[in-house]
């Protein structure tokens, strides 16, 4: 028998084994694992003792040996105008990407249902006490905050290995997602005791401010999975369960728990656990699995080399400097859009007539303003997502078919789609500011909507018609890997709700939202100025990536 090394050297062999290769590609196109090729040698009529005449041991050693040379064969017998089309990919629907962004945002479109119906606020919480309220959703906007980061770590990740259906690194990389969040978590939960000693919060308060943020932290964690691999209808069956069970149980419940604040609360656990079924069945599939799933419409090459979970363990800190830009950007975009709300609580006339024994007071009336005015933002990011999701697919199926003296057919293809992009994101988020402005006194006249809230929402809705124009913007940078840009303007714009901020606030608590106002016009000027500017050049950026 011929040692490895021989069987690299010996031409005998790898005649041999080229002379096998072809012989599986003319029975069998493609093939996508090594079992297919045991299978085809027994059925070719190749016996044992044939193949250890040539130095393998057996069949599996002979399968290993071809399975990743299989490629070179797969193209006898085809023309050109073949070979370049089985590595062009399948552009979805519009329907289908039409659904998609449905899905995607269902539970902002859930959370605003809420809000029609409470009048209160998206956040969930209506019918208890203030100092209740408030340390529910400090919890909620603590859990946001700091899973944020973690999460565009995470999510960018995991696509990453999920193509490359490389599954020892998926499992590590779930593994790793939550033992940083519980490390986050502990570090945030500590901290939130500590202020609270210091402050003089209650206990009481200060624990329903950590239950709150853990059941958060958790859930985004958790659902991290499913947004991944688009399990959209799994989304929505989950959201629609767990808003349906939340007011079940605080509008039918009475009979059976009296109290609102325990019957209140008790529905929110019965979300919880509806929201986390489909979370735990997806993770459980995920780590007891040890195959990949090969799509039949990809070419050999973009076979996995590995048939098995165990690879190669890849350096965390690598990993986490990577995407650092990615947690950057979106923990200070979060910032930006809800640090105005923060600062409501700090001003809101409650904490100095009254006090209440907290040194903030959620602010529902400048709740209720701001929170609606996010409908501007669901149809544009609708919009944005089926225009710009198959736009890698269709630069893929463009780029194998040009020289590279061609960039530039690349380049205009962009700019078009760009161009196009912003003109619909103006027309759609202009177009739906007017519609709620407009409709606000018929769509409000059941709830208590004062003249405070309405402001809030006149100047917020305009603040988020600049806002879509930087999501939109953003969706070009991060195409052309402007990634830095992005999570520089970020932060500034967090500096300047958080600044102008409290210098409005001086002047009433509802002159937060000009802030909130001057940092989205910000975000969305000059993002579109050098978005613009990147545009010029995006063809010659974007083919050298995918050459």
Same mark, same amino acid.
């Given at each position: 028998?011929?040692?490895t090394?021989?069987?690299?050297?010996?031409?005998?062999?790898?005649?041999?084994?080229?002379?096998?290769?072809?012989?599986?590609?003319?029975?069998?196109?493609?093939?996508?694992?090594?079992?297919?090729?045991?299978? *085809?040698?027994?059925?070719?009529g190749?016996?044992?003792?044939?193949?250890?005449?040539?130095?393998?041991?057996? %069949?599996?050693?002979?399968?290993?040996?071809? =399975?990743?040379?299989?490629?070179?064969?797969?193209?006898?017998?085809?023309?050109?105008?073949?070979?370049?089309?089985?590595?062009?990919?399948?552009?979805?629907? &519009?329907?289908?990407?039409?659904?998609?962004?449905?899905?995607?945002?269902? $539970?902002?479109?859930? /959370?605003?249902?809420?809000?029609?119906?409470?009048?209160?606020?998206?956040?969930?919480?209506?019918?208890?006490?203030?100092?209740?309220?408030?340390?529910?959703?400090?919890?909620?906007?603590?859990g946001?905050?700091?899973?944020?980061?973690? &999460?565009?770590?995470?999510?960018?990740? #995991?696509?990453?290995?999920?193509?490359?259906?490389?599954?020892?690194?998926?499992?590590?990389?779930?593994?790793?997602?939550?033992?940083?969040?519980?490390?986050?978590?502990?570090?945030?939960?500590?901290?939130?005791?500590?202020?609270?000693?210091?402050?003089?919060?209650?206990?009481?308060?200060?624990?329903?401010?950590?239950?709150?943020?853990?059941?958060?932290?958790?859930?985004?964690?958790?659902?991290?999975?499913i947004?991944?691999?688009k399990?959209?209808?799994?989304?929505?069956?989950? =959201? /629609?369960?767990?808003? @349906?069970?939340?007011?079940?149980? =605080?509008?039918?419940?009475?009979?059976?728990?009296?109290?609102?604040?325990?019957?209140?609360?008790?529905?929110?656990?019965?979300? %919880?656990?509806?929201?986390?079924?489909?979370?735990?069945?997806?993770?459980?599939?995920?780590?007891?699995?040890?195959?990949?799933?090969?799509?039949?419409?990809?070419?050999?090459?973009?076979?996995? +080399?590995?048939?098995?979970?165990?690879?190669?363990?890849?350096? #965390? +800190?690598?990993?986490?400097?990577e995407?650092?830009?990615?947690?950057?950007?979106?923990?200070?975009?979060?910032?930006?859009?809800? @640090?105005?709300?923060? &600062?409501?609580?700090?001003?809101?006339?409650?904490?100095?007539?009254?006090? &209440?024994?907290?040194?903030?007071? #959620?602010?529902?009336?400048?709740?209720?303003?701001?929170?609606?005015?996010?409908?501007? *933002?669901?149809? @544009?990011?609708?919009?944005?997502?089926?225009?710009?999701? $198959?736009?890698?697919?269709?630069?893929?199926?463009?780029?194998?078919k040009?020289?590279?003296?061609?960039?530039?057919?690349?380049?205009?293809y962009?700019?078009?789609?760009?161009?196009?992009?912003?003109?619909?994101?103006?027309?759609?988020?202009?177009?739906?500011?007017?519609?709620?402005?407009?409709?606000?006194?018929?769509?409000?006249?059941?709830?208590? %909507?004062?003249?405070?809230?309405?402001?809030?929402?006149?100047?917020?809705?305009?603040?988020?018609?600049?806002? /879509?124009?930087?999501?939109?913007?953003?969706?070009?940078?991060?195409?052309?890997?402007k990634?830095? %840009?992005?999570?520089?303007?970020?932060?500034?714009?967090?500096?300047?709700?958080?600044?102008?901020?409290?210098?409005?606030?001086?002047?009433? #608590?509802?002159?937060?939202?000009?802030?909130?106002?001057?940092?989205?016009?910000? *975000?969305g000027?000059?993002?579109?100025?050098? @978005?613009?500017k990147?545009?010029?050049?995006?063809? /010659? +950026?974007?083919?050298?990536?995918?050459?």
């Amino acid at each position: 028998m011929l040692t490895t090394k021989q069987q690299n050297t010996s031409r005998e062999s790898r005649i041999f084994a080229q002379k096998v290769a072809r012989s599986i590609i003319e029975v069998q196109p493609n093939v996508n694992n090594t079992a297919d090729i045991v299978v *085809l040698l027994e059925c070719l009529g190749y016996r044992p003792e044939t193949l250890r005449q040539y130095g393998f041991a057996d %069949f599996h050693a002979l399968a290993n040996h071809i =399975y990743d040379s299989l490629d070179m064969y797969e193209t006898r017998g085809k023309s050109k105008e073949l070979f370049i089309e089985s590595f062009t990919m399948k552009i979805p629907s &519009l329907k289908k990407r039409l659904v998609e962004g449905i899905g995607m945002i269902f $539970p902002w479109l859930g /959370s605003l249902a809420l809000l029609f119906i409470t009048g209160v606020s998206l956040w969930m919480a209506w019918g208890l006490p203030i100092q209740i309220t408030t340390a529910f959703v400090s919890g909620v906007f603590l859990g946001l905050v700091i899973t944020e980061g973690t &999460l565009q770590v995470f999510n960018r990740l #995991f696509l990453f290995y999920n193509a490359q259906t490389n599954m020892g690194e998926i499992k590590r990389l779930q593994k790793r997602s939550y033992g940083l969040v519980g490390a986050v978590l502990t570090v945030s939960i500590c901290a939130l005791f500590a202020v609270g000693y210091v402050t003089g919060i209650p206990t009481n308060l200060v624990a329903i401010m950590a239950i709150s943020t853990v059941t958060v932290s958790l859930h985004r964690a958790s659902y991290m999975i499913i947004y991944a691999l688009k399990k959209l209808g799994q989304l929505i069956v989950a =959201y /629609s369960a767990a808003f @349906a069970s939340l007011l079940l149980v =605080y509008y039918f419940g009475s009979p059976i728990i009296p109290d609102n604040v325990t019957r209140y609360f008790a529905g929110l656990v019965t979300a %919880f656990v509806a929201l986390s079924i489909f979370s735990i069945y997806q993770h459980y599939k995920l780590l007891k699995s040890n195959t990949v799933t090969i799509s039949g419409d990809k070419p050999h090459f973009y076979n996995p +080399i590995s048939r098995t979970d165990k690879t190669i363990k890849s350096k #965390f +800190i690598v990993q986490l400097w990577e995407v650092t830009m990615y947690s950057l950007y979106g923990t200070f975009y979060l910032v930006t859009m809800f @640090a105005d709300r923060i &600062l409501s609580w700090i001003y809101n006339p409650l904490v100095v007539r009254e006090g &209440l024994g907290l040194p903030f007071v #959620f602010n529902s009336v400048y709740h209720a303003g701001a929170d609606l005015a996010l409908v501007v *933002l669901l149809p @544009a990011s609708i919009i944005q997502y089926v225009m710009m999701e $198959p736009v890698h697919m269709h630069m893929n199926n463009v780029s194998i078919k040009i020289k590279v003296s061609e960039a530039n057919v690349l380049g205009k293809y962009v700019q078009n789609m760009y161009r196009k992009l912003l003109l619909v994101t103006i027309f759609s988020s202009v177009t739906t500011a007017l519609v709620l402005n407009l409709a606000e006194p018929y769509v409000m006249s059941h709830v208590t %909507f004062s003249q405070t809230s309405t402001h809030v929402l006149q100047i917020a809705s305009i603040a988020n018609v600049f806002l /879509s124009f930087f999501t939109a913007n953003a969706l070009l940078l991060m195409l052309t890997n402007k990634i830095k %840009f992005l999570a520089v303007l970020a932060m500034i714009s967090a500096s300047i709700v958080m600044v102008g901020g409290i210098i409005f606030a001086r002047y009433g #608590f509802e002159n937060l939202v000009f802030a909130y106002l001057i940092a989205s016009v910000f *975000l969305g000027v000059v993002s579109t100025i050098y @978005a613009n500017k990147v545009a010029k050049n995006a063809g /010659s +950026i974007l083919f050298s990536r995918l050459m």
